[in-house]
């Protein structure tokens, strides 16, 4: 064994233990946070957003301040106008909106044009209800004003409803082509017939016997009867019906906005006065 000095076995040593140094931070470095499998996760959950690092100093707490409190420059104030009331508005009336009667919302369209303040009754021909308004209906007709129409609206909620709308519809094509002479006269044998003779009108043929009493031919009959006309006004009926809402009748309807009945006003008389009252709304609005 060959003798060598002391101090190179130390230089030696000390050599030795540098480069194991070395080697072992170069593996590290080249193989940062080892990850435990070579595929990616099936879920990555997003990174929080890095915020930055607060400035050392004394942290001041943030001031919550309510809108009502926060300053508002005067420029940017709005500017509130008076609304002027309408004369609808500032009129009092006697009938209360839902008490005595509905606002249908939105206002929906009217049989007619927007020529008009339009009042509509739902009616059935048998329903004893539209049987006794008639009297009222007729006399508040008689002194109807020049700016109002009144039109019939017949339901069809059943077989037998429909069929009798559909006479209605073909009695006015009927009496505008000059084939039906009195169309109220009609009318109330219409309710005669069914009320007081109780003759039902359950088919189309008892239906054309009926008209026959009034001079209408069979083929003038069968031709209104099937025509356009009656079947788009049928269609247009039961389209006001649904977006009125009416489901009882009689029903009155005002200008598409205003839906109400002898229930709610308290009476046939009642009934007339609220028309009158909200045709008066809708003139002044």
């Known amino acids: 064994m060959t003798n060598r000095p002391l101090s190179f076995t130390i230089l030696t040593t000390l050599s030795l233990l540098l480069l194991a140094a070395c080697g072992q931070k170069q593996d590290d470095t080249a193989n940062p946070a080892r990850a435990t499998t070579d595929e990616a996760p099936a879920e990555v959950a997003r990174p929080a957003e890095a915020l930055p690092a607060d400035e050392p ?111 209605f519809y073909a009695a006015e094509v009927l009496a505008r082509n000059g084939e039906l002479e009195d169309p109220e006269a009609f009318r109330q044998a219409v309710f005669a017939e069914y009320h007081e003779r109780n003759n039902r009108l359950t088919s189309e043929d008892s239906i054309r016997r009926l008209f026959e009493r009034f001079g209408v031919g069979a083929d003038s009959f069968d031709k209104a009867w099937k025509s356009f006309e009656v079947e788009q006004n049928l269609r247009k009926a039961a389209d006001l019906a649904d977006r009125y809402e009416v489901s009882s009748v009689p029903q009155i309807v005002v200008n598409g906005k205003y839906r109400t009945g002898a229930q709610n006003a308290g009476g046939y008389p009642a009934l007339m006065e609220l028309i009158d009252e909200l045709v008066e709304r809708e003139r002044l609005r």
């Open 57 to 167: 100093g004394e942290q001041v707490p943030l001031e919550v301040v309510e809108e009502s409190d926060a300053e508002v420059e005067p420029e940017d104030q709005p500017i509130v106008l008076a609304r002027a009331e309408s004369p609808a508005e500032a009129r009092e009336w006697r009938f209360v909106e839902g008490e005595h009667y509905d606002r249908i919302m939105p206002a929906q369209p009217t049989f007619g044009g927007a020529d008009k303040i339009e009042v509509a009754e739902f009616f059935w021909y048998g329903c004893p209800h539209c049987y006794d308004i008639e009297p009222y209906i007729k006399r508040w007709l008689e002194e109807k004003p020049a700016d109002v129409r009144f039109v019939h609206v017949p339901t069809a909620w059943n077989r037998l409803v429909a069929l009798h709308a559909r006479l």
